[in-house]
């Protein structure tokens, strides 16, 4: 496909950094730098970290380790890093990422961001499902407000729909969009996950109006019924035209804020560019406390401690699902997740879920996101996302109860 003429006009100007350039060769052997205006490492604050993991396992970051940790490094990754990602993204996704195919990010958000910098123009469009997570609704809207909206159902997106949208903006000379945005797994918020044969549809659906695919996957691991995850749209791309996301968040620490981007090369570079022009890079640090963790965790290991981890979120949506059915009326609808933190109520039309939460919320003492949050278009108002990952079982049960207690008090209202 075309990525250039897909392009904003902001992105014309994107060059590479001629200091940014040296970066690799710096470190090249014998080679005398006299090139980038690096610090001396004898300068840095930093002996040394020792970590200790929850898995028993323990690091020490010390010497040229540190040295690199606390130094500029190469925008993309930091060095040590890549084939420790690469082996991991094999591993996991049965994909091989050559070196400039992957760009590290401060979370995948970061991410969410660069796409919609790179090629969104006042006015153009992207394909989201409706609901939506809302922090890639912000990131597109800080470039352009103009959304295409396709339907979810408990297999994800609704792809026969999205194609009938799509031919109705293509027969009519609408816009098409410039990418579809799409949550395959553990959707946020609507806790759904995309069918194979969904999958499969989608990328045929975006090759035949030539799109690209925007993949944002921070659930894919987050498995609640300990099966492997569905394949995901990149490995099933054959024609190059899946942007993925992968974030650490949900699987190792938020707070450390990395993820990484992968797809098209030709994608990849303008990252990049754009990575030179913001931030030059992750943190050094940060991405060295993954290496470290990668390096004492083989990709087999760490899968092995994000299933036990899964238990936790299992045993929370099991007393979510629970409560609700015994708490919330038989016209509430959702769907039970078998992936990511969240499960989407759907109420009847007439009841106000901002109305719900603002009146009684703090009285009953219980907190859930109204659906207009997550609304490209201005609706959802009936709906309602609640997020199973930090309270336990009891305390769900409690608060599930509390929200059926919201529901009959709505109820009241219209009668
Ligand atoms: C669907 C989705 N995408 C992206 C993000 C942001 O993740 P990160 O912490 O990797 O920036 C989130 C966080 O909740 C999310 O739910």
Not at 9 to 16: D, E, F, P, W, Y
Not at 85 to 99: F, N, P, T, V, Y
Not at 223 to 246: A, G, M
Not at 406 to 413: C, D, I, L, N, P
Request: glycine share 8%; charged share 20%; with cysteine.
């Amino acid at each position: 496909m075309n990525i250039q003429s897909l392009l904003a006009t902001r992105t014309k100007g994107l060059a590479s950094s001629p200091i940014r350039k040296l970066v690799p060769l710096m470190r090249k052997p014998g080679m005398i730098s006299l090139g980038g205006g690096y610090p001396n490492p004898d300068t840095f604050a930093f002996q040394s970290l020792d970590v200790t993991y929850k898995s028993g396992r323990t690091d020490t970051i010390t010497e040229t380790a540190m040295d690199m940790a606390c130094q500029y490094g190469p925008t993309d990754c930091h060095i040590p890093l890549k084939p420790l990602l690469q082996a991991w993204h094999r591993h996991k996704d049965g994909i091989d990422l050559a070196g400039d195919q992957m760009q590290v990010l401060n979370g995948s958000q970061e991410g969410l961001h660069i796409m919609a910098y790179l090629f969104l123009e006042p006015g153009d469009a992207v394909a989201v499902s409706e609901p939506a997570y809302p922090g890639a609704l912000g990131a597109f809207r800080a470039f352009s407000n103009t959304f295409i909206s396709f339907p979810l159902d408990a297999h994800g997106t609704v792809t026969t729909e999205l194609e009938k949208i799509l031919e109705d903006h293509r027969s009519r000379n609408l816009p098409m969009p410039k990418f579809i945005y799409e949550v395959p797994n553990g959707h946020n918020p609507g806790g759904v996950a995309l069918s194979l044969d969904r999958r499969k549809h989608l990328l045929e659906i975006a090759r035949s109006f030539d799109l690209l695919i925007l993949e944002d996957d921070p659930y894919q691991l987050v498995q609640l019924d300990d099966r492997p995850p569905i394949p995901s749209l990149q490995s099933l791309d054959t024609d190059n035209r899946v942007v993925r996301l992968d974030s650490f968040s949900k699987i190792f620490a938020p707070g450390l804020r990395i993820g990484y981007a992968s797809g098209p090369a030709e994608v990849i570079r303008m990252f990049q560019l754009y990575k030179q022009g913001t931030n030059l890079h992750t943190s050094a640090m940060v991405q060295s406390l993954l290496q470290s963790y990668l390096t004492q965790h083989e990709p087999s290991d760490f899968m092995d401690l994000i299933r036990s981890n899964c238990a936790l979120y299992r045993a929370n949506r099991d007393a979510m699902v629970d409560a609700a059915r015994e708490f919330l009326p038989d016209n509430v609808r959702f769907n039970v997740p078998n992936e990511g933190m969240f499960i989407w109520f759907e109420f009847d039309r007439a009841y106000d879920t901002t109305r719900m939460i603002d009146t009684d919320s703090i009285d009953l003492g219980v907190l859930l996101v109204p659906g207009g949050a997550f609304s490209a278009t201005g609706g959802l108002s009936n709906c309602m996302r609640a997020s199973f990952s930090m309270v336990p079982p009891d305390k769900i049960r409690e608060g599930m109860k509390r929200l059926g207690e919201m529901v009959r008090r709505e109820s009241a209202r219209h009668n």
